[in-house]
């Protein structure tokens, strides 16, 4: 799959949110060096010459998010509106910034971990996905209840 160019207005993280992230998912202090925001002076990890080193941070940092924010689908059921926010400031403060410890939706977590790694200097692409059930062949579609998908 090829990404377009990533623009600009994309949204990201201050290093400052994202010093707090890697503090709410336990990432390891080795981990956070490799993977700091880029700047001037500190190139973005996907860009360096070691990808082994890339890939265990990355891989690192994906285990983490995954055993601390919970797949959860609360807000749709529970809330006043029964909807869910994709702006990433919203989502930074429902999975990090509230301290309650919770997730989201699958595309609220996909948002949310996208804009982490845009943060983080990685070229986010995001598609839509689907559950093929195939049944009896027939491959109608039944609507968007699949997730979203993230190369860097």
Known sequence: M???PTSPSRPTYTPSQISTYFTHIALPHSTRTLLSPPTLSNPPISTKPNPPTALHAFTTLQHHTLATIPFENLALHYSLNHAISLDPENLFQKIV???????????ENNCFFGTVLRSLGVTVCSAGARVNEGKGGKEEFAGWYGHGFWEG
């Open 2 to 4: 090829t990404c377009p």
């Open 97 to 107: 910034g509230d301290g309650r410890g919770r997730g989201g939706y699958c595309m």
